[in-house]
């Protein structure tokens, strides 16, 4: 090869993306040279993507220009390209994945840190994709959803010129452009609960199937790990029959052997995304069993130890897919009082939403350079209500994991613990001293007397207190085919009373809930 010609678009972020390959390739000895092609989705910038005709609004010329040999490698953000290439292309090699999350770009008078995505009531959100319309709106139905066309710097330029209150971008494009948001206020959103579009984050590198030194040649910049993952992200979307612009999110990570893979989708039919959590050994396997789950599902009837008013997408969710939803909370709590003036320390951590409401509500005279820890993502949404933003979050389903995280952050630091009678003190005892630990009681937790239960085809525990009330309370003849847990120390209830059909929830949300019902 005397000369390798890259094609791509124009935009910043397609230069930047192709001139990462560029450099790659000339640190290997090639001669390199770019060519700039103008695709449909550039030219045509005032339709959403919805109400263009075709496909392939920012490959097919490209594509076209590979089969023309009118250049030799075209560059791509693997999450334009449809599943099905024409005949006589591959996809040579895919690079390491960049930050895969979208991000909620918020002008500072819209943030409202009380309001989920921390968005104001009725704000405007621009965005054209509708995979993050659909899951945007099963959360937050107030928002006012408009269209968002333009490169990346366009669209948060209409986001300063308060076109919109916010908009959502990939997180990877933004740090490609090294782009400055220090104006704004920005929320990255786990894509694990905010399921991005499949391969996004990940660079394609496309060139003809008859091309045999140039693939060889790119060899050295595929990711075999992020290759296969990418794989049963990208089967789903083809098995169900859908380009890039359907309303269809998944994110496959490799761990130990195992992969585990979050897919979304949402149908004519239905009002709310159907999310789905499969792991498993093989990608085409997992992807399959993802398919087949996100288009077929079981009338399921499901107890969760909440009430209602504390699950509402759980219950909204479920109940839109055909389950019988009831729930109660087995324990009642009652709030035990002391003294407002608490003892200073560094940390507050926080290991329940509960603890949070019996805490606060008697108005402790709380230090304002106290850091706040919580143990998930529920009861981060709990201190948010307060206008308390934690300044430590748990990630993990293992209540032991997010201590040892915990422990090491918190060092030689003091940390008060507001917690319950029942309390396990799982996070303490993590930590490899207990001399600058302070334990406060804040309520009480007691059997709810009143909870009659019945037989169903699921039970979900949230803790442990719940899971041995459940278990004491309901005869084993009467036990659900399936048990669905959050955290080891609830399972660990379970497996000691010799009961293992259990599933852990990947997290404490109500969204990981909702996905491990939704995947039986």
Not at 76 to 97: F, M
Request: with cysteine; charged share 25%; proline share 4%.
């Amino acid at each position: 090869m005397d000369k390798i010609i890259i094609g791509t678009r124009g935009s910043d972020l397609a230069l930047w993306q192709a001139n990462h390959i560029k450099k790659a390739l000339l640190k290997q000895g090639y001669q390199v040279e770019l060519k700039i092609i103008k695709t449909q989705g550039d030219i045509i910038q005032h339709l959403s993507f919805d109400k263009m005709e075709g496909k392939g609004f920012f490959t097919k010329e490209l594509e076209q220009a590979l089969l023309n040999k009118e250049i030799d490698l075209a560059v791509h953000s693997h999450k334009d390209l449809e599943t099905s290439l024409p005949e006589g292309l591959t996809i040579a090699a895919v690079t390491q994945r960049a930050n895969p999350c979208d991000v909620l770009i918020i002008n500072k008078e819209s943030y409202d840190i009380k309001e989920p995505y921390c968005l104001k009531k009725n704000a405007v959100l621009g965005t054209s994709s509708v995979r993050r319309k659909a899951q945007f709106r099963a959360i937050r139905n107030d928002v006012i959803i408009e269209d968002l066309r333009g490169n990346v710097p366009t669209r948060i330029q209409k986001l300063r010129e308060k076109k919109y209150d916010a908009i959502m971008l990939a997180k990877a494009g933004i740090e490609r452009l090294q782009i400055n948001l220090q104006e704004f206020e920005t929320l990255e959103l786990s894509p694990k609960e905010f399921i991005p579009a499949p391969a996004q984050g990940v660079l394609a590198l496309q060139t003809r199937t008859d091309s045999a030194d140039l693939i060889k040649a790119l060899q050295i910049l595929n990711d075999r790990d992020i290759q296969n993952c990418i794989y049963a992200e990208r089967k789903i979307l083809n098995m169900l029959q859908g380009g890039c612009r359907l309303p269809m999110g998944a994110y496959c990570v490799f761990k130990d052997g195992i992969y585990m893979l979050w897919a979304s989708f949402l149908s004519a039919e239905n009002n709310l995304p159907k999310r789905i959590y499969i792991t498993g050994t093989f990608p085409e396997k997992i992807a399959e069993q993802a398919c087949y789950k996100l288009l077929n599902h079981q009338k399921l009837s499901v107890f969760i130890s909440r009430k209602e008013k504390d699950s509402k997408y759980f219950f909204r969710s479920l109940g839109e897919y055909g389950c019988l939803i009831s729930g109660n909370s087995l324990t009642r709590y009652e709030a035990i009082p002391f003294s407002q003036n608490i003892p200073y320390t560094d940390w507050i951590f926080f290991s329940s939403k509960n603890c949070v409401k019996y805490f606060y509500a008697q108005q402790p005279l709380v230090n304002k350079k106290t850091k706040i820890g919580s143990i998930g993502g529920a009861t981060a949404e709990a201190l948010k209500k307060l206008g308390i933003k934690p300044d430590f979050t748990g990630r993990s389903n293992d209540t032991e994991e997010i201590g040892k995280e915990f422990a090491i952050i918190a060092g030689e630091c003091s940390v008060l613990f507001p917690q319950s009678t029942a309390s396990f003190r799982t996070i303490q005892k993590q930590f490899t001293s207990q001399k600058k630990l302070i334990d406060l009681i804040v309520y009480d937790t007691l059997p709810n007397e009143d909870i009659q239960l019945i037989k169903t085809d699921v039970a979900v525990l949230t803790s442990p207190t719940n899971a041995l009330l459940y278990i004491r309370n309901i005869k084993p003849v009467d036990y659900p085919k399936h048990f669905i847990v959050i955290g080891k120390s609830t399972a660990r209830v379970l497996e000691e009373n010799g009961i293992d059909n259990y599933t852990i929830a990947w997290n404490t949300s109500e969204l990981a809930l909702t996905d491990m019902v939704m995947s039986l």
